[in-house]
């Protein structure tokens, strides 16, 4: 059953991404190619981006398989998997250095006199769903602990119910157990997201002026990426943890709990359901945007240049 | 956006402030407008940050600029031409036909020498 949750989740990513790439490889308009040094800037943005995403897939699938060989643990490693997949990725980004563009020693350069911030190219859309995942998922792990209950080895990762002539109890339900790591592991995501939006930030812009809205280009497709692997992570670890609570309160609540456990129970196992979906689509939008980061760059600057072959800017080599 | 040449007979520095000083008495960086750190300046024009530290260390003396560990490099306010000044540039930019900048501005050197050898106030003195 573990091994085919794991297969189906990463063969999903991996249809959908080779789906979806192939429909926009057929639609795909004939653009301008860029100059040498700019391709081979932009080949390397690439490269990383698609490495961040493979080493995050990568790291969460062995995670769940450690999990279902260390029986002992209970579950934690897979619960922990996706953020530490997830930061492992995005430390990656932020620990490999950048391609920069070389300017000859001679030759004129233009900087933009906007400050650059770590947030600075990130979508508003993304900031605001990572940060309500984070917190929704928060504010879970907080009620799930505070309802949990001890189970026969003293773990808080069950949850009972007693009334004055029987009692029931189920597991696994998230609680303190799996609820304390789980929020050390978000704060460590959440660093390693800002690292890696920091490495892009600090990364010296392109030096010529007809070459800025590509540099804002690559900066804002990178940061797309870097969110959605966030939020794909953190939406697999949320989902991963409210479907088996969600399971284990409707277990557990017997007729006489009273009925808004049952809700409870079914909100959390269709939310957690939910949650995997959006989790399939946002690390498949993440890779798709890797694979097509050269392309996806240029796209609003190519609207701007006459059809035919770009000339290098004077001046500047890789 | 500013520009740097390293084929100018302007210092590196005397480049980034010129144009950071045009660029405020224009008005097209106003008042409390945070400007780039230091770091950022120098690694995108790919000179030494002491260039850059250098360059807003003088307009900070002038009053342009402020600097603060907190809140950053920022514009001062009030140190914008009066719109009566831009018109009259602009009016003598049109005017000057062919002369390059240097041309222009040695036309200016000489009326302004030759006002003050006039005894007149200097633009922007009042007399009492």
């Known amino acids: 059953m573990f091994t085919i949750a794991v297969g189906g989740y990463v063969l999903c990513v991996a249809v959908l991404v080779a789906v979806a790439w192939g429909a926009a490889h057929r639609r795909r308009p004939r653009t301008p190619a860029p100059a040498p040094v700019v391709a081979s800037l932009l080949e390397a943005a690439r490269?990383?981006?698609?490495?961040?995403?493979?080493?995050?897939i990568l790291v969460i699938v062995a995670l769940f398989a450690a999990g279902y060989f260390l029986d002992s643990m209970v579950g934690l490693p897979v619960a922990l998997a996706p953020a530490l997949g997830g930061a492992a990725g995005l430390l990656l980004y932020a620990a490999t250095p950048p391609s920069v563009l070389r300017v000859d020693p001679g030759s004129a350069r233009a900087a933009s006199l906007t400050p650059r911030t770590p947030l600075s190219f990130v979508p508003g859309w993304g900031a605001a769903l990572l940060a309500t995942v984070a917190v929704a998922q928060v504010v879970f792990l907080l009620f799930t602990g505070a309802t949990s209950s001890a189970d026969e080895s003293g773990r808080y990762r069950a949850i009972a119910f007693r009334t004055a002539d029987s009692a029931s109890s189920s597991s696994p339900y998230a609680g303190w157990f799996y609820g304390v790591p789980l929020m050390g592991a978000t704060v460590i995501l959440v660093a390693a997201v800002l690292l890696a939006l920091w490495r892009v930030s600090s990364t010296p812009a392109l030096p010529q002026r007809e070459l800025s809205e590509l540099d804002a280009g690559w900066?804002?497709?990178t940061n797309r990426i870097i969110v959605s692997v966030g939020i794909a992570a953190l939406l697999l670890q949320f989902g991963s943890v409210a479907i088996p609570s969600g399971l284990a309160i409707g277990n557990a609540a017997f007729a006489g709990v009273p009925p808004h456990w049952q809700t409870i129970g079914r909100v959390f196992a269709a939310g957690g359901l939910a949650m995997m979906?959006?989790?399939?689509?946002?690390?498949?939008?993440a890779a798709l945007w890797a694979f097509a980061l050269p392309d996806l760059a240029r796209r609003r600057r190519t609207a701007n240049v006459v059809r035919g072959d770009e000339t290098a800017p004077e001046g500047v080599s890789r | 956006m500013i520009a740097f040449d390293p084929r100018s007979a302007v210092v590196p520095f005397e480049q980034i402030r010129g144009q950071l000083a045009d660029l405020i008495r224009a008005g097209d960086l106003s008042g409390g407008q945070r400007l780039p750190s230091i770091r950022q300046l120098a690694a995108d024009l790919r000179v030494a940050p002491g260039t850059v530290a250098k360059a807003y260390a003088m307009l900070e003396a002038e009053g342009l600029i402020e600097a603060s560990r907190t809140r950053g490099t920022r514009v001062i306010e009030g140190n914008a031409h009066a719109d009566e000044i831009h018109r009259a540039a602009k009016r003598y930019v049109s005017?000057?036909?062919?002369?390059d900048l240097e041309q222009a501005l040695s036309a200016v050197r000489s009326a302004w020498h030759d006002r003050h050898a006039r005894g007149l106030p200097r633009p922007g003195t009042q007399k009492a």
């Open chain 1, 219 to 221: 900066r804002r497709t």
């Open chain 1, 277 to 285: 979906a959006g989790s399939i689509a946002g690390l498949t939008l």
């Open chain 2, 95 to 99: 005017a000057v036909g062919d002369l």
């Open chain 1, 47 to 56: 490269r990383r981006a698609v490495s961040a995403v493979t080493l995050s």
